[in-house]
């Protein structure tokens, strides 16, 4: 069964070196369903990012922020992966040095959210 806050704090926990920031938003409601992540990549870009079983989207440009423009935003990425990759270039570097893979591999299909 998907738990969104659960999965969200195991993203988190795996993926801390890999950015500035990176914690399970304090102050956005949460469920079994959705959770939401703060993170500021090593770029020192911040995104406020929702994680449902769909995947992993970005709803706003600062802390516990959703944002209508960006709420409404279709592009879902199905990893913590690939959403790093995409706004993070400097996420390959540290990945590389950390051995995990700098390029996306093919998913599955076998539904909730890879790590």
Do not use: W
Request: with cysteine; proline share 3%.
């Amino acid at each position: 069964m998907f738990d969104a806050y659960s999965e969200a704090s195991q993203m988190a926990a795996a993926f801390k070196e890999c950015a500035d920031h990176l914690l399970v938003a304090e102050y956005l409601p949460h469920n079994d369903r959705v959770a939401y992540l703060n993170l500021r990549t090593l770029e020192q870009e911040i995104y406020c990012v929702e994680l449902s079983f769909a995947g992993f989207r970005i709803v706003g440009y600062d802390f516990d922020c959703i944002q209508d423009g960006v709420s409404s935003c279709d592009q879902v990425y199905v990893s913590a992966h690939r959403l790093l990759a995409a706004i993070s270039p400097l996420y390959a570097e540290v990945a590389e040095s950390r051995g995990r893979p700098t390029t996306p591999r093919s998913d599955g299909g076998g539904g909730g959210v890879a790590r």
